[in-house]
Structures are given as structure tokens and as C-alpha cells.
């Protein structure tokens, strides 16, 4: 069954860098979104991207947040300038045609730990 | 605004007995989708289930189904004959028109064998 993959697994950086969390969606799939889950909370929307651009986002997702489909297969999010408070298990998920009549489906997550 | 309620924060169930967890959800979209996501200590969402808001019918997936009361703006998730690996973390969530995603907060499941 085709998935989601994340990649890195984890990834450790020192607070104030910039770090780009890689996702590689379901192949046929057009609706992607990223996800993020800080320890023991809920899962929090962090952006929706269709049809190359950026669909909805979040209160979140503010000016140190960026994302890209560079090359048709890769799902990227990049936070400019990490702060302690972007710890988290970040997740990548996409949908098939008709977003409001299929399911999202998840990739592992990313575990991102700033120092 | 829009919100995803789920009131049991604990819950624990017999092996082999049905349980019932709440999700109600606040919306003024006449069209969303509701989904349950099942998430283990591993970490790992799991898509159990969805129902979209035109469907008449409740959703089923194996032992899990969605009873879906749209007037009382309800989603309930149903295991049936529960198993130890279902001890987990479950999310109920919904996506609007707008294609925002709420979760709601998460029920913890403890099947007692």
C-alpha cells in the first residue's frame, strides 16, 4: 500500500538555525499539509498546499515558516530560525482528489528537537 | 468558530467488549469531513475512519464505525469486540471547505485484558 514517507526521523538543531523537514507524499495524491505535535499535546494544523500554492494556514505558520513542492515529489516545510518552542513531532499528510471525500494519510513524523 | 470537542480525556474497556468514544464538532461549513485517527505510543497517525458531511449512511471500516448525528453535530467513534493492541491515543478531526484541519484534543484508550 503506497505512503507517506518523512525524512529525517529525527533531527537535532541548534536553536536559531534553519532546518527544512523533507516529506514525500502519496504519488497520485494532489492535497499536502503539515502538521505539528509538541509532546503530550494535540495535534496542531500548521498549513494546507494544492495546485502549488499554499491553500490555508494556521495562526502558526507565520514568517518563519516556508513551504515547497520543489520538484513534483517532495513536500518540504522550512522553519528559518528555530526557537526552543519548535520542539515537536512534525507530521506530513496528503489527500487524494476531492479533499472533503478521502481520508489524509500520514507520514511517521519527524521528531525535531532545538538545543 | 470552529471546534472539535472530545470529553472523555481516559478511557478503559474490557478485551473483547465495544467502546464508544465522543466527538462533537462546531461548524457553520455545510460541507466537511470528519475523520478518527488512532495514534500508539510509537507515535505513528493511523487513519481509521471518515465520514464526509452529505453522507446518509454511517461509515464503517472493519470493527470500526462512525455514528454520525449531524444534527446533533456528533461523530462517535465505535470499536467493537476491542483488542490490546488498540490501547492508544485516538483524535477525532475535521476539515472544512476552506481546507483548514482541527483536531480535537485526543481520548486515551486502555483496553484491560
Known amino acids: 500500500e503506497p505512503e507517506v514517507t518523512q525524512t529525517p526521523s529525527h533531527q537535532v538543531t541548534q536553536m536559531g538555525q534553519e532546518v527544512i523537514l523533507r516529506c514525500v507524499p502519496i504519488?497520485?495524491?494532489?492535497?499536502f499539509y503539515w502538521y505539528r505535535q509538541i509532546l503530550g499535546q494535540k495535534v496542531e494544523f500548521l498549513v494546507s498546499?494544492?495546485?502549488?500554492?499554499?491553500?490555508?494556514k494556521s495562526e502558526i505558520f507565520d514568517d518563519q515558516f516556508s513551504v515547497e513542492r520543489p520538484d513534483g515529489s517532495n513536500f518540504t516545510l522550512k522553519i528559518r530560525s528555530t526557537k526552543l518552542e519548535d520542539s515537536a513531532m512534525y507530521f506530513c499528510?496528503?489527500?487524494?482528489?476531492?479533499?472533503?471525500?478521502?481520508?489524509?494519510?500520514f507520514g511517521d513524523g519527524t521528531r525535531l528537537s532545538i538545543l | 468558530a470552529q471546534k472539535i470537542t472530545q470529553t472523555q480525556p481516559g478511557m478503559f474497556v474490557q478485551e473483547k467488549e465495544a467502546v464508544t468514544l465522543d466527538c462533537t464538532y462546531d461548524t457553520s461549513d455545510q460541507s466537511y469531513g470528519l475523520f478518527w485517527y488512532k495514534q500508539p505510543s510509537s507515535g505513528e497517525m493511523i487513519f481509521l475512519i471518515y465520514q464526509g458531511s452529505y453522507d446518509e449512511q454511517n461509515a464503517t471500516e472493519g470493527r470500526y464505525s462512525l455514528n454520525f448525528q449531524k444534527a446533533r453535530k456528533s461523530a462517535n467513534l465505535v470499536i467493537s469486540a476491542s483488542q490490546l493492541g488498540d490501547s492508544a491515543m485516538y483524535f477525532c478531526?475535521?476539515?472544512?471547505?476552506?481546507?483548514?484541519?482541527?483536531f480535537g484534543p485526543g481520548t486515551s484508550l486502555s483496553v484491560i485484558p
Open positions: 478531526a475535521m476539515v472544512t471547505s476552506y481546507d483548514k484541519v482541527i
Open positions: 504519488s497520485n495524491h494532489l492535497y
Open positions: 498546499f494544492y495546485n502549488n500554492e499554499i491553500s490555508e
Open positions: 499528510a496528503s489527500g487524494g482528489q476531492g479533499r472533503l471525500s478521502q481520508p489524509q494519510h
